[in-house]
């Protein structure tokens, strides 16, 4: 059995963050959280390697995390510049993957997120008779409804040129 979904990427707003190693500040009872779509990734390719990439930048935070508590502890001079040139790279790279990612998805380790599956499509393995059957049942359901009129910004983007 095969299962393809849409995913939308949301983000949270009102949260902020005080560093780019920083951990978010402690809601106002006044700000209104509101989800707001960013992305849409279509295809189970395009949610791996969304995962992926993730994955990727949250790895590159911590370990430039854990490079920066090194910096912190150490007492030589020499070491501490060492971990500050490698911290420095892991931070440029980072910079540019986040900056990428927030370019691709819409996606910034800055943010808060929230994945949701906004559509699924579940088969299952039946004989020809059953699918013809199921077919037929299905475009008699399709001729029975009226067609809706699309709205929203989803309809800018399917009117034809």
Do not use: C
Not at 59 to 75: G, T
Not at 117 to 131: D, P
């Amino acid at each position: 059995m095969k299962t393809y979904s849409t995913i939308s990427l949301l983000i949270l707003l009102g949260f902020s963050f005080t560093g780019l190693l920083a951990q978010p500040k402690a809601q106002d009872s006044d700000n209104k959280l509101v989800l707001v779509k960013v992305a849409s990734l279509n295809t189970i390719d395009s949610n791996k390697e969304f995962q992926k990439n993730v994955q990727l930048v949250q790895q590159q935070r911590s370990l430039a995390a854990q490079v920066l508590s090194k910096i912190e502890a150490s007492k030589n001079q020499k070491e501490k510049a060492e971990l500050q040139a490698q911290f420095d790279s892991l931070q440029k790279k980072l910079n540019e993957n986040n900056q990428l990612m927030f370019k691709t998805y819409g996606f910034s380790l800055n943010r808060n997120y929230v994945l949701t599956v906004e559509k699924s499509h579940i088969h299952m393995w039946v004989t020809e008779k059953e699918a013809d059957a199921i077919n037929q049942r299905r475009s008699a359901d399709n001729d029975d409804k009226e067609p809706k009129p699309e709205s929203g910004i989803r309809s800018l983007f399917k009117r034809k040129k």
